[in-house]
């Protein structure tokens, strides 16, 4: 069975850094699709970033929301079979759980449309707050 494993959330101040990590089993990260998306508590799940493909027409493209653009990075270690997500300048408003997500159809470009996704990893909480 396809796992993915989140890691790396806290709390943090305003201003701060942290870096999630997104580890997978039983399943090859480098052909699917990734994203990272987040909820918070009363609002639907969004889209933070995602990485295609490593095989697709793209490869290895990135995208980000605009809310986060030019502070979050995402990247991809093939060797770790682990996606991250490298997040500065964190805002209170980028409270929320983390999740990773993994498209089980391979060889594509990456959304950041949560209903796109088949594989979730379980959540990690990040707290931006003085």
């Known amino acids: 069975q396809v796992q993915l494993v989140e890691s790396g959330g806290g709390l943090v101040q305003p201003g701060g850094s942290l870096r999630l990590s997104c580890a997978a089993s039983?399943?090859?990260?480098?052909?699917?699709?990734v994203g990272w998306f987040r909820q918070a508590p009363g609002k639907e799940r969004e889209g933070v970033s995602c990485?295609?493909?490593?095989?697709?027409?793209?490869?290895?493209?990135?995208y980000y929301a605009d809310s986060v653009k030019g502070r979050f990075t995402i990247s991809r270690d093939s060797a770790k079979n682990t996606v991250y997500l490298q997040m500065n300048s964190l805002k209170p408003e980028d409270t929320a759980v983390y999740y990773c997500?993994?498209?089980?159809?391979?060889?594509?470009?990456?959304?950041?449309?949560?209903?796109?996704?088949?594989?979730w990893g379980q959540g990690t909480q990040v707290t931006v707050s003085s």
């Open positions: 997500a993994a498209d089980r159809i391979l060889d594509r470009l990456c959304t950041l449309n949560p209903y796109e996704y088949d594989y």
């Open positions: 039983r399943f090859t990260l480098d052909y699917s699709p």
């Open positions: 990485i295609s493909s490593s095989s697709s027409s793209s490869p290895d493209s990135t």
